[in-house]
Nanobody, 121 residues
Framework: QVQLVESGGGLVQAGGFLGLSCAASGSIFSVNTMGWYRQAPGKQRELVAT???????HYADSVKGRFTISRDNAKNTVYLTMNSLKPEDTAVYYCNAGIVTGASRLTYNYWGRGTQVTVSS
């Protein structure tokens, strides 16, 4: 089946940087919008950034100017470059993608298992 696997999480100091990646694999016909979400302890999952198939991006106000989302369509991979990290960025970061499967030719939203990002002060 189709799955998303995140990588790149870790522990960094405030002001530092970190890059995340998420690769989709399986029976994929096409990958539409991809995005990153995060969830801190005791809080709801929130949108961080999204990127459409043609490269249009959206960012949460809290990360605008600091984070950059990008994608490599040939690799079915989405990236999140995080700069000037703050302690409040600490959360589990989840990858999301709208994927048209080879079997159904319908779009389904898939989620990765998440990767922990911890920013220390």
């Amino acid at each position: 089946q189709v799955q998303l696997v995140e990588s790149g999480g870790g522990l960094v100091q405030a002001g530092g940087f970190l890059g995340l990646s998420c690769a989709a694999s399986g029976s994929i016909f096409s990958v539409n919008t991809m995005g990153w979400y995060r969830q801190a302890p005791g809080k709801q999952r929130e949108l961080v950034a999204t990127i459409t198939g043609d490269g249009t991006t959206h960012y949460a106000d809290s990360v605008k100017g600091r984070f950059t989302i990008s994608r490599d369509n040939a690799k079915n991979t989405v990236y999140l470059t995080m700069n000037s990290l703050k302690p409040e960025d600490t959360a589990v970061y989840y990858c999301n993608a709208g994927i048209v499967t080879g079997a159904s030719r319908l779009t389904y939203n898939y989620w990765g298992r998440g990767t922990q990002v911890t920013v220390s002060s």
